[in-house]
T-cell receptor, first 116, second 115 residues
Framework: DQQVKQNSPSLSVQEGRISILNCDYT??????FLWYKKYPAEGPTFLIS?????DKNEDGRFTVFLNKSAKHLSLHIVPSQPGDSAVYFC???????????????FGKGTKLSVKP | DTGVSQNPRHKITKRGQNVTFRCDPI?????LYWYRQTLGQGPEFLTY????????KSRLLSDRFSAERPKGSFSTLEIQRTEQGDSAMYLC?????????????FGEGSRLTVL
C-alpha cells in the first residue's frame, strides 16, 4: 500500500510555462514533505521541503504548496526551463516520531520534460 | 570530488552469490543511509547509521542483508545468497547533523543485476 502517490508518470511542458507536479499521501502522521529531483545516471538531489505547519514554501522558481485537509501537495516551477527536465520525487516523513530525519517515504516519481 | 562515492557502480552476479557495496560519505557527515530503488519505483529506506551505530533498519532488510560502518566513516552493504529480486539500484546518502530536515546527499548508486 503506497503511502505517497504520484499519479502522473510523466508531464510535458513548454519552456517558460508553469509546471505543476502533484503528490498525494495517506498517512496523517506525516509532518514533513520534500521534493527531490533526479537526472539520469545521478543520485536524487534535494530541491525543496515544507513542514506540516505551513501551507506554502518558496525558493526561487520553485514553490511547494501543502493542503493537509486533502492530503495533497504540489510543486510549481515557474518559469520552466529545459534544464528542469528530470524525474521529480515527492517524499514524506514522520519527523517527530523519534526516528531519523532521513527515513523518507518516496513516491514513484514524475518525469518532467520541458520543451524549448 | 567531495560528493558521496559508491563502488562498484555496476555489479552483475549469479543467483546465490554474495555481493558487497561500499559507500564513502561526504567528509564529516556523521549520518549515513542506504536506500534501494527498483525499476519504476521511488527509493526505499533500508537502514541508517549515526557515526558507527546502526540506529534504524527497515523490515525490507532481510537476514541476507547486513550493513556496517565500522569506524563511522565508510559503510558497506553486503547481500548474501543473492536472489533475482535483489536486482536494484542501491543508493547511499549522507548528511551532517546540522542539515535541513530530510535533506540527504545521495551518491550515484550501485546497480545490482542478479542473473
Amino acid at each position: 500500500d503506497q503511502q505517497v502517490k504520484q499519479n502522473s508518470p510523466s508531464l510535458s511542458v513548454q519552456e517558460g510555462r508553469i509546471s505543476i507536479l502533484n503528490c498525494d499521501y495517506t498517512n496523517s502522521m506525516f509532518d514533513y514533505f520534500l521534493w527531490y529531483k533526479k537526472y539520469p545516471a545521478e543520485g536524487p538531489t534535494f530541491l525543496i521541503s515544507i513542514s506540516s505547519i505551513k501551507d506554502k514554501n518558496e525558493d526561487g522558481r520553485f514553490t511547494v504548496f501543502l493542503n493537509k485537509s486533502a492530503k495533497h501537495l504540489s510543486l510549481h516551477i515557474v518559469p520552466s526551463q529545459p534544464g528542469d527536465s528530470a524525474v521529480y520525487f515527492c517524499a514524506a516523513s514522520e519527523m517527530n516520531y523519534g526516528g531519523s530525519q532521513g527515513n523518507l517515504i518516496f513516491g514513484k516519481g514524475t518525469k518532467l520534460s520541458v520543451k524549448p | 570530488d567531495t560528493g558521496v562515492s559508491q563502488n562498484p557502480r555496476h555489479k552483475i552476479t549469479k543467483r546465490g552469490q554474495n555481493v558487497t557495496f561500499r559507500c564513502d560519505p561526504i567528509s564529516e557527515h556523521n549520518r549515513l543511509y542506504w536506500y534501494r530503488q527498483t525499476l519504476g519505483q521511488g527509493p526505499e529506506f533500508l537502514t541508517y547509521f549515526q557515526n558507527e551505530a546502526q540506529l534504524e533498519k527497515s523490515r525490507l532488510l532481510s537476514d541476507r542483508f547486513s550493513a556496517e560502518r565500522p569506524k563511522g566513516s565508510f559503510s558497506t552493504l553486503e547481500i548474501q545468497r543473492t536472489e533475482q529480486g535483489d536486482s536494484a539500484m542501491y543508493l547511499c546518502a549522507s548528511t551532517p547533523a546540522t542539515s535541513r530536515a530530510g535533506e540527504l546527499f545521495f551518491g550515484e548508486g550501485s546497480r545490482l543485476t542478479v542473473l
